[in-house]
C-alpha cells in the first residue's frame, strides 16, 4: 500500500472511470471523458487515496498525450491550493522537506497563534497548506443571528 502526505491508497485506478495504476496507460470510456471535459481519447492511470479509513478521499490522475498547464499560483482565482491538517507541524515538515518535499518556507505562527502553517508543493507544482490549528487562540463566534 502506498502512502503520500499522511494519505494511504484506498484503491488502485479509478473504476468507474476505467482507470488503472498500471504502468501502461488505460483509455477512458467515452461517456467518461465527456463528463469530465476530455477528449474522448484519453488516457490516463490514477488511483484514490484516503486519509484514516474514511474522508477525504482524493483522486490522483496522469493523463498522457495531453498538453498540461502548470498549476496556479496563491494569487489565481480558482482552486489554487487544498489545505490539511496536521496534529504536529514541525514533526511533519522535518519528514517531508527530509524527503525531499519542497516548502514555501519552513512552519510559520499564523495571526493572534490561532495556527501555524507551512505550504509545500506535490511533484507536480500543486499547492498543498498544512496547518496545526490552536483553537484555544480562536475568538469566541456570536451566536447565529446577532
Same mark, same amino acid.
Given at each position: %500500500?502506498?502512502?503520500?502526505? =499522511? *494519505? #494511504?491508497? *484506498? /484503491? ?11 504502468? #501502461? !496507460?488505460?483509455? %477512458? ?5 465527456h463528463a469530465l471535459g476530455l477528449p474522448p481519447t484519453i488516457r490516463g492511470r !490514477?488511483?484514490? %487515496? @484516503?486519509?484514516?479509513? =474514511?474522508?477525504? +478521499? ?9 498538453? @498540461?498547464? +502548470?498549476?496556479? =499560483? ?6 489554487? /491550493?487544498?489545505?490539511?491538517?496536521? /496534529?504536529n507541524l514541525w514533526k511533519d515538515y522535518e519528514r517531508l522537506s527530509t524527503g ?10 499564523? +495571526?493572534?497563534? %490561532? !495556527? ?17 490549528t490552536n483553537r484555544d487562540k480562536w475568538p469566541v463566534s456570536p451566536p447565529p =443571528?446577532?
Open positions: %500500500m502506498r502512502h503520500y502526505l =499522511g *494519505f #494511504e491508497e *484506498f /484503491r488502485p485506478g479509478i473504476p468507474y472511470l476505467g482507470l488503472t495504476d498500471t504502468v #501502461e !496507460a488505460t483509455t %477512458m470510456p467515452e461517456t467518461c471523458a !490514477a488511483c484514490i %487515496m @484516503q486519509l484514516g479509513s =474514511g474522508y477525504p +478521499k482524493i483522486n490522483l490522475t496522469e493523463w498522457c498525450d495531453t498538453s @498540461q498547464a +502548470k498549476p496556479r =499560483g496563491t494569487v489565481d482565482l480558482g482552486c489554487v /491550493r487544498i489545505c490539511l491538517g496536521s /496534529r525531499g518535499v519542497a516548502f514555501v518556507s519552513e512552519p510559520q505562527l499564523a +495571526k493572534d497563534g %490561532m !495556527a501555524n502553517i507551512a505550504v509545500c508543493a506535490d511533484p507536480d507544482g500543486t499547492l498543498i497548506e498544512l496547518i496545526q =443571528g446577532i
